[in-house]
């Protein structure tokens, strides 16, 4: 059975984890597992005194909430540090279709070794999203990872953004003793082939899926550039479709997956064209 793996950090914010999972796996009829990992040096800190320390009791809870939810095919894993790996670990060991997680400083990390798709899971928060900004990168095909989502959250309403990051090599930006200093304008105006060529692209995708679009030429960094961006446009599921692990656009998402207040889905292209939702 095809199965999706639920990564809990934090035992208080297991309940919306595994209700978001509930919803996500009746939606792919999938099985669930429930991977719990105890960082075992946050316990010298307070809030996790009590139940947290007691295993067997935190088992206990877990798998009531499973019960609670419904799930029938379920399974509860539980481990101490290493979130990143365990993660990895049985994600590979059952080819699981999506990882859903609490929102943790360490899946930055995640996304560096593996391209599974992940929904992170912001504290406190709905999750029932009504309006997503999907951002696709700059090259590959953004269908795959956007007909993913679709179907993941099909209730929500959707509008693209691309941030086209133009860095000119260091011998682009040397003094010309003849043409003078190459500004940013001229340069970007050399690059205007390959920009408009990614911006018709882009617009083509954004047509044939029917939903409005922003194309811009990124002037703060990746990671503020989608900030502004998710602000303005109200959203509260902010979907990343980068190509693979090492593009400009991933490294973003890595940095964001920690510093958002909404829901964050990253789907790399590489992945969803082999997936069978």
């Not at 297991?14 to 946050?42: H, M, N, Q």
């Not at 018709?200 to 989608?226: L, M, N, T, Y």
């Amino acid at each position: 059975m095809r199965r999706l793996l639920a990564l809990c950090s934090e035992v208080e914010q297991a309940p919306e984890l595994i209700g978001k999972t509930r919803e996500l796996s009746d939606r792919l009829k999938a099985g669930v597992t429930l991977v719990y990992v105890k960082e075992e040096g946050l316990f010298e800190l307070p809030i996790y005194e009590g139940r947290e320390e007691n295993m067997e009791a935190v088992r206990e809870h877990l798998e009531e909430l499973l019960r609670k939810e419904g799930l029938e095919e379920w399974a509860l894993l539980i481990y101490e540090n290493d979130l990143v790996d365990h993660a990895v670990l049985e994600s590979d060991r059952e080819d699981s279709l999506l990882i859903v997680a609490n929102q943790h400083e360490e899946l930055g990390k995640l996304l560096q070794k593996s391209d599974r798709p992940l929904y992170v899971i912001v504290p406190e928060a709905e999750h029932h999203p009504v309006k997503g900004l999907y951002v696709p990168d700059v090259v590959g095909d953004p269908a795959p990872c956007f007909h993913m989502v679709k179907r993941l959250e099909p209730k929500v309403g959707w509008e693209a953004y691309m941030d086209y990051q133009f860095f000119p090599s260091a011998d682009d930006a040397m003094i010309d003793p003849v043409m003078g200093t190459m500004t940013p304008e001229i340069l970007i105006q050399e690059e205007s082939q390959v920009i408009e060529s990614t911006r018709e692209r882009f617009e083509a995708f954004c047509k044939a899926e029917g939903i409005p679009g922003h194309f811009e030429i990124g002037e703060s960094g990746i990671e503020q550039d989608v900030q502004d961006a998710l602000e303005r446009s109200g959203a509260d599921l902010l979907v990343f479709a980068p190509t693979d692990r090492e593009t400009i656009l991933a490294e973003g998402a890595k940095g964001l997956l920690a510093n958002t207040d909404v829901d964050v889905l990253v789907c790399f292209q590489v992945r969803a064209a082999s997936l069978e939702l």
